[in-house]
């Protein structure tokens, strides 16, 4: 526990540091307005991180969010166009609903055929943007298609904070709740630590892979509607290649790969680290090029510390045979 | 690769020798795609009047040659239980490389070999991580991958290098005879010079024997990490080559060249009938996947199948080829 403690302290020291450095250079992006700005920005970052960690968990991984997402962002959108009386809160059920069954269908496949994970996903990925063009035939829709609640409602600002804000935090909140105190929880970090012992335990271990697939695709989802409303454009390449900024936050925020080790304040601590680099470099006046590169970088560094902390220190038989666990 | 843990309900069979039971099925699954092959082929002649046309089968090849070139190696990776998901920013890193030799004004001998060490020290960069400091080898790609395209965008920004010297083009625009072009005697030769290296010498055993049991490898004399190291080095090497290939086709270097390649390199491999869990594949199934990737790709084009209708396939193909065995294995079950 301590370990754990120490490496969200650490990424918290890092945050506070990098935003230390912006600040010596640029005063104004440490502002309580800014702040909140960079925060709202990170905020589908946030949602699709927790989402992601509790797949990892479980030992899986979901490529296939980024895809749903800008899936369910155009099935909105078309809705939106198509029936502009539809009130935004059914809309929100819509995509929680639409994101889902998604997911399910990931999880379907990773339960009943016990295909890889990473084979169903980069797969439903191409499949589910594909569907978007199809729906669509590579059109956009506008942002003066679009009715003004649809664009309004992730903008709105409650208590100083924009709604798309507040839906991040109440995620947090929710799986906070979910893994630190209910059973099911309990079930992800059972399956992640150790399959065979869970069975034992009499824990699915399918079918709680599977819930973690419905969960992660039911964020992916909701975030599909905030993002195509928030940025008042759909079209079938938004959010390409977001699924990896996902993984990475994950993995900065400590999620082993391997399953079996998160905690959802690493995740979320993860996904803002990501979010400031972001959003200082254009402030800090580096080229928006270096982005790539440096979450690139950031993944490596944050894989390379985690395998050096949560190493346990066993005794060493054969060291090349440890490697290969 | 701990992500694509099996199941652990389902019992896993290792068999004690690699010949009956497992040779069968692969033999099966290669005549299976075989199959498969030539009902596209045959449905593709029937469906335009412009496929049967030796020129055009021979643009076809272009679908398939360089991303198949990756897939040899990447399928001995994958066998051995690792995963390399940077490939596709390889050929960007490498390309741009390329490029940047290519300005200050030296010949194509200097830019090809460019292009090819770009790759291995790519390869290498992944294969340290992996083997040296022992970390997944799925994270670590997919954090190279951001890397090293990453470079070629500080590199080249929305700037593009272009002008190639003309012998260049050579490699991916050249011919040796009629229509048979250099892409495809380079990509007949790895077929051949990886075909007897996985089923033919020790070091192939060894890929196999780590992708089952690396620990039972390792105590058995098997230098693990070497193995994997020089793996690695060859996918690199191999996503170089590509990208040379690649490079002189287009005859210009973008970092957005070869995006989302590395998918459909790892949906061959699948395809062919390598394990994504580790441990069995051949050569020959890559070589047929290949043949049957380009088909559909090649065919889907002159229906004027849009290319990301295009993907869809190949994403249904990727899953479709896994479940269905599984599925007629679970109604057998019943």
Redesign the interface.
């Known amino acids: 526990m301590s370990v754990l403690n120490s490496r969200e302290a650490i990424l918290v020291g890092a945050i506070l540091v990098l935003l230390g450095i912006v600040a010596s250079r640029f005063p104004g992006f440490v502002t309580p307005t800014n702040l909140v700005a960079v925060f709202t920005d990170t905020a589908p970052l946030i949602i699709l991180a927790l989402g992601q960690m509790v797949v990892i968990l479980t030992?899986?991984?979901d490529l296939s969010v980024a895809a749903n997402l800008a899936l369910t962002g155009m099935v909105c959108a078309l809705i939106n166009v198509s029936f502009p009386g539809v009130p935004i809160g059914v809309l929100v059920l819509l995509a929680l609903a639409l994101g889902a069954t998604m997911g399910a269908i990931n999880g379907f496949?990773v339960w009943?055929?016990?295909?890889?994970?990473?084979?169903?996903t980069?797969?439903?990925?191409?499949?589910f943007?594909?569907?978007i063009?199809?729906l669509t035939d590579?059109s956009w829709v506008n942002s003066h298609q679009m009715s003004a609640a649809f664009k309004a409602f992730p903008r709105e600002t409650v208590l100083g904070l924009p709604v798309l804000g507040w839906i991040a935090v109440i995620v947090t909140l929710i799986l906070g709740l979910v893994m630190g105190r209910t059973t099911l929880g309990r079930a992800f970090f059972a399956v992640g630590g150790n399959?065979?012992a869970?069975?034992y335990t009499g824990i699915n271990?399918?079918r709680t892979q599977f819930l973690a697939f419905v969960i992660s695709g039911m964020l992916a989802g909701l975030t599909g509607y905030l993002w195509v409303a928030r940025y008042a454009v759909a079209y079938?390449d938004i959010a390409g290649g977001f699924e990896?900024d996902v993984?990475?936050a994950c993995?900065i925020g400590g999620v082993a790969?391997?399953?079996g080790v998160a905690t959802v304040s690493g995740a979320v601590l993860g996904a803002l680290f990501l979010g400031i680099i972001k959003n200082a470099l254009p402030v800090i006046d580096v080229?928006p090029?270096?982005?790539?590169?440096?979450?690139?970088?950031?993944?490596?560094i944050a894989?390379?510390f985690n395998?050096r902390t949560g190493?346990s220190k066993g005794r060493v038989i054969?060291k090349?045979?440890?490697?290969?666990? | 690769m701990?992500?694509?843990?099996?199941?652990?309900?389902?019992t896993r069979h290792i068999p004690d020798r690699l010949t009956t039971p497992a040779a069968k099925m692969f033999k099966s699954w290669e005549s299976l795609l075989l199959l498969v092959a030539v009902g596209i082929f045959i449905l593709n002649s029937f469906a335009s009047p412009y496929f049967l046309n030796a020129w055009n089968l021979s643009d076809a090849t272009f679908n398939f040659t360089e991303k198949a070139m990756i897939a040899f190696a990447m399928a001995l990776l994958i066998i051995a239980g690792e995963?390399d998901l940077s490939v596709a920013s390889v050929i960007a890193l490498a390309s741009t490389m390329m490029g940047l030799v290519m300005q200050a004004g030296f010949g194509t001998p200097v830019i090809v070999i460019t292009g090819l060490l770009t790759g291995l020290a790519c390869g290498a960069f992944n294969g340290v991580?992996v083997?040296r400091?022992?970390?997944?080898s799925?994270?670590?790609t997919?954090?190279?991958?951001?890397?090293?395209?990453?470079?070629s965008?500080?590199v080249l920004?929305?700037g593009a290098f272009r002008g190639y010297p003309a012998d260049f083009a050579w490699f991916g625009q050249g011919y040796v005879f009629w229509v048979i072009t250099v892409e495809m005697v380079i990509f007949v030769l790895l077929a051949i010079v990886y075909g007897v290296l996985l089923h033919k010498t020790n070091f192939g055993r060894a890929v196999y024997a780590?992708g089952n049991n690396?620990?039972a490898?390792?105590?058995s004399g098997i230098?693990?990490?070497r193995v994997k190291m020089i793996l690695f080095l060859l996918t690199g090497l191999m996503a170089g080559l590509a990208a040379v290939c690649l490079t002189s086709r287009l005859g210009s270097t973008r970092?957005s060249i070869a995006t989302g390649m590395e998918?459909e390199v790892?949906?061959m491999v699948?395809l062919g009938g390598v394990s994504?869990?580790g441990g069995s594949g051949s050569i020959p199934g890559v070589v047929i996947a290949a043949f049957v990737m380009g088909l559909v790709t090649f065919g889907l084009g002159l229906l004027n199948v849009?290319g990301?209708?295009m993907?869809?396939v190949?994403?249904?193909l990727?899953?479709g080829v896994?479940?269905l065995p599984?599925?007629y294995h679970?109604l057998r079950a019943r």
């Open positions: 030992r899986s991984i496949l009943k055929l016990a295909i890889p994970p990473i084979v169903v980069l797969g439903t990925m191409t499949i943007r594909g569907i063009f199809l590579g399959p065979h869970a069975v271990v399918g079938v990896l993984v990475a993995v790969i391997a399953g080229s090029f270096w982005q790539l590169a440096i979450s690139g970088a950031a993944i490596i894989v390379a395998a190493r054969l090349s045979a440890e490697h290969t666990q | 701990s992500l694509a843990d099996p199941q652990p309900q389902a995963i991580l083997t400091l022992g970390l997944p799925i994270v670590v997919i954090g190279t991958m951001s890397l090293f395209r990453g470079i965008y500080i920004g929305d780590i690396a620990t490898a390792t105590f230098r693990v990490e970092p998918l790892v949906t699948v994504i869990l849009p990301i209708v993907s869809i190949v994403g249904a990727l899953i896994i479940a599984r599925i679970n």
